[in-house]
């Protein structure tokens, strides 16, 4: 069982950028789909970002061209950078397989975006 664990959150300006990391407790294979999802207040959970084992990304619309996700397998980690950050970012930010097994999530870490 892999342990997953999410960091680098915190409170930024809108404009702003962060990087978040996740770090799993084992190696990553490479055949594993990695992403990272979000959670904002009064909203469902929703996928943002993917990386698939040959490094191909995929994006949602509301964050295309300003969020780049990208993985280190020797390292065992994957990052999202995000930039030009708006306050609908708020959220908080997930790792995890996608598609996710069921009762695997994290605590996340906390994003938010205000003046």
């Known amino acids: 069982q892999v342990q997953l664990v999410e960091s680098g959150g915190g409170l930024v300006q809108p404009g702003g950028s962060l990087r978040l990391s996740c770090e799993a407790s084992?190696?990553?294979?490479?055949?594993?789909?990695m992403g990272w999802y979000r959670q904002a207040p009064g909203k469902q959970r929703e996928l943002v970002a993917a990386?698939?084992?040959?490094?191909?990304?995929n994006y949602a619309d509301s964050v295309k061209g300003r969020f780049t996700v990208s993985r280190d397998n020797g390292k065992n980690t994957v990052y999202l950078q995000m930039n030009s950050l708006k306050p609908e970012d708020t959220a908080v930010y997930y790792c995890?397989?996608?598609?996710?097994?069921?009762?695997?999530w994290g605590q996340g870490t906390q994003v938010t975006i205000s003046s």
């Open positions: 995890n397989t996608n598609p996710p097994p069921t009762n695997t």
């Open positions: 084992r190696s990553i294979f490479s055949i594993f789909t």
């Open positions: 990386i698939t084992g040959s490094g191909r990304t």
